[in-house]
């Protein structure tokens, strides 16, 4: 954490709290599935009736951003996780990543994809509880 309590938690993916016992409170009649995950399943078939190329195009420019000059400037811990079959980044960026942020812990999850907080959720939440120990000691 910097000086003023500021601190980094990086989950961009509403999938990840994908049923409704996950929620702190939710009501009776949500049923199993979270309203996130009811948005991800719609934002599924919804693309799945675009044209290819439109995808293409999209994945083209998510892929072209390149954040690599601004890594050095986050002032924050950063717990960084990693599933070491992710077919999206090899296990060289995670580590190029994690150095390349100054105060980064890189945790590689072996047998997982690009969800390891799916493929593990007993040990997530312990690297999560760990992480937030040592940014924030009682």
């Known amino acids: 954490t910097t000086a003023d309590g500021r601190f980094t938690i990086m989950m961009p993916h509403p999938e990840r709290v994908f049923r409704t016992v996950q929620m702190s409170w939710h009501p009776e009649n949500w049923g199993e599935d979270s309203p996130w995950l009811r948005m991800f399943r719609n934002a599924r078939r919804w693309l799945g009736r675009l044209h290819h190329a439109a995808l ?51 945790t590689v999850y072996p047998g997982a994809d690009h969800s390891p907080h799916l493929h593990d959720r007993a040990r997530f939440g312990a690297d999560l509880d760990g992480f937030l120990a040592r940014v924030f000691p009682r």
């Open 56 to 106: 293409i195009a999209c994945w083209r420019t998510l892929t072209a951003a390149d954040y690599r000059a601004v890594l050095s400037a986050i002032d924050v811990p950063a717990l960084l996780v990693y599933g070491a079959e992710s077919n999206f980044y090899s296990r060289e960026t995670a580590e190029w990543v994690a150095g390349a942020i100054p105060d980064a812990r890189l």
